[in-house]
């Protein structure tokens, strides 16, 4: 099995910065795809940003594009996701995912999700 943590939320003003991490223990892949997604209250869960195993490819949503920055640390297992200008908009449960295959289909793995909650 796998385990994910992710920590690093919490409550910050309109225009601050959070730096989310998401630790990975277990059984170990030769290669996977990291992902951030996010659920806000009332909202369906939504796709925030994706790295793949040598972190030489990134990919974000537009609603985050230019001020989060996803990035990842193999040797330590963990993945990182950098946010910057935050919106009160950015308010949700941030959950990371790791995906063996990296198709975004078949089996993954999620972690419990950190809060962060940006004020207006």
């Known amino acids: 099995q796998v385990q994910l943590v992710e920590s690093g939320g919490g409550l910050v003003q309109a225009g601050g910065s959070l730096r989310l991490s998401c630790a990975a223990s277990?059984?170990?892949?030769?290669?996977?795809?990291m992902r951030w997604f996010r659920r806000a209250p009332g909202k369906e869960r939504e796709f925030v940003a994706r790295?793949?195993?040598?972190?030489?490819?990134?990919y974000y949503a537009d609603s985050v594009l230019g001020r989060f920055t996803i990035s990842r640390d193999n040797a330590k297992n963990t993945v990182y996701l950098q946010m910057n200008s935050l919106k009160p908009e950015d308010t949700a449960v941030y959950y990371c995912?790791?995906?063996?295959?990296?198709?975004?289909?078949?089996?993954?793995?999620w972690g419990q999700g950190t809060q962060v909650t940006v004020s207006s």
């Open positions: 995912e790791l995906d063996p295959s990296g198709s975004g289909y078949g089996i993954r793995y």
């Open positions: 277990g059984r170990t892949f030769s290669t996977y795809v």
């Open positions: 790295i793949n195993w040598t972190g030489g490819s990134t």
